[in-house]
């Protein structure tokens, strides 16, 4: 695979079972490989596995299903899935790059990036906000564990 995500990685949508699109600060990509295999092939270049960040996930905040993880903790690179990631419609977003988000309607939910970009997702915004809260829980925790690293 030739790409990782990476600080500027915003979200990661998919398109068929065998592509996605990735959508950075200021760039986008097409790549030829699912949502799924994007997330694994990033955990492993960082030194983990998939499962083994959401298995550290669990262990940091109690969540089983529908799980933030941290990709890389030096860049507090926090993603978080928008339905199960059995599902092929899971959307991967990143925590860092969320400016604001709101409800639409009762079925939708819109995001507003740092960069200004906006999406509309078909995901009720309480389903949103508590995904949001779990991710940033995670990013919490994260925060606390290595701020204590020199004492």
Partial sequence: MDYEVNYDTQIILPIESTKSKIIEYDNEYII?????????HSCEYFGSSYEGRKEGTKKMLGITHKSPIIIEESQKMIFFPTTSPERSDCIWINLEKIEKYYKIDNRKSAIVFKNGDKLEFDVSYGSLSNQILRATRLKFILDERTSKKGN
């Fill in 32 to 40: 030829n490989h699912s949502v799924q295999e994007v997330l694994e």
